[in-house]
């Protein structure tokens, strides 16, 4: 995913903890994009308010995490989009907040199949999803829609 985005303009991070106000947990997103003179560093923790889009692909032991407790703390922090690529559904999730502190959330604003283009207009770029990999035999689980 990360190679999809363009290096010039944006900073692209794997597994970098994000600072959210108010929140004791520092999540680590799978991926972290952010303008690329938004953060210099130093330092382990990028603000939030810096961020313009976090990433996390789900697996069985993270789907709990990724579409329950780390959208509410995206969401929270305002993040501006959410991207949940799941290889269990073959589905990509682009989720834009709404609402503030415990009443916020996101809208499932696309919700789209592997092998459909994801268009990301916050980064200006439109992801081509044909080449994402599924998980077919895992068993499926539920998870809030």
Known sequence: MAEHIPYRRWQRKRTQDVSFPLETSEPQPDLVVLP????????????????????????????????GIKRSVYAAGRVPAYLIIDPMAAECWLLNPYGEAENADFRGDSISKFGEPVSLDLLGITLDTTGFPTLPDIRRYRRPR
């Open 36 to 67: 690329r003179d938004a953060f210099a560093g130093p330092g382990r923790l990028i603000p939030v308010e810096t961020v313009t889009l976090l990433l996390e692909v789900v697996s069985r032991y993270s789907v709990d995490h990724d579409y």
